[in-house]
């Protein structure tokens, strides 16, 4: 993945309904509240344009910390290492930028907190933040799988019992999804301990290794085309080339790289729904 394809993934959430809603939060409680001594040191209008500064640079900052991390670990998805560092880059230059509004702000001849206080304050809040995502990111996901794996299970068993014999079944896979997981399955892509599932019409996780749940996609045709990635063959729209690169596109859109370790498999599976039918795919993947 190229530093372009690392900064557009790991930005693609900048202006999610979450972010924006935690850049409000943020702003108008820091303007009232008046944290780290702006009560007294600043005024009302002034705390109005220092702190959504503040926030706002801090948000899009703290994500090109988590950018630059990525460059240099080179990884295709975040690790744990990857956030620990990309914290530290953030810290850094979240209070550099904090240090500079700090001082356009400040009412004039007042005392200013060094570079050194700011960092600790700003580190304090980037590692509070960091062990809230993992310790959040856990419980919910064991929570959501829990509720909802019985209601899931029945639903499923229900469905199966009433169907005709001649009718497709859905894969093994599905009666571990959260029962308002709708679409058809496009991919499964490896996170940690945990698989993504991707369908036309949302993503879930599931906590399972990704060699399980590709042998629980059973009925469903589809290769894997990365050591963390596996895609479904009927959710394949083109295969492209990108800086030299293969890369899937698949019908929701998302782009999924594809391994040379992997591409004689792909190449065999003789796909038919790729532009210009399975002569072409022969040369764009010889290419």
């Known amino acids: 993945m190229g530093y372009s394809e690392i900064l557009r993934d790991t930005f693609k959430s900048l202006f999610s309904k979450m972010t924006i809603t935690i850049w409000a939060i943020c702003s108008m409680g820091a303007v009232l ?14 705390r109005l344009f220092y702190w959504p500064a503040v926030v706002t640079t801090s948000i899009f900052l703290g994500y090109l910390g988590h950018a630059i991390a990525r460059m240099i670990l ?23 930028d904090v240090w500079v509004l700090t001082k356009l702000f400040a009412p004039f001849g007042s005392t200013l907190p060094s570079y050194s206080t700011l960092m600790g304050y700003v580190g304090f809040v980037f590692f509070a933040v960091l062990v809230s995502r993992f310790g959040m990111r856990g419980v919910l996901q064991s929570a959501s799988i829990d509720r909802s794996t019985i209601d899931a299970q029945e639903f499923v068993a229900a469905q199966l019992s009433e169907a005709p014999n001649d009718i497709p079944q859905p894969p093994r896979l599905v009666r571990r999804l959260p029962a308002k997981f709708e679409g058809q399955i496009l991919r499964l892509t490896a996170d940690n301990h945990f698989v993504e599932v991707v369908s036309e019409c949302g993503s879930t996780s599931l906590r399972m290794r990704l060699r399980d749940a590709v042998s629980e996609m059973d009925g469903v045709e589809g290769s894997l085309v990365h050591r963390s990635h596996w895609v479904a ?18 019908s929701n859109g998302d782009e999924v790289p594809v391994s040379r370790s992997y591409r004689a498999s792909l190449e065999a599976a003789n796909l038919p729904n790729f532009p210009g039918g399975a002569s072409e795919q022969s040369e764009g993947f010889g290419q």
């Open 33 to 46: 509240a008046g944290p780290f001594g702006t009560y007294s040191s600043m005024s009302l209008s002034a």
């Open 74 to 96: 080179k990884e295709e998805k975040e690790s744990i290492y990857g956030q620990l560092l990309g914290a530290g880059f953030g810290a850094l230059l979240v209070t550099s």
């Open 233 to 250: 063959h009927e959710g394949i729209q083109s295969v492209e080339k990108v800086r030299g690169k293969l890369v899937i596109r698949l």
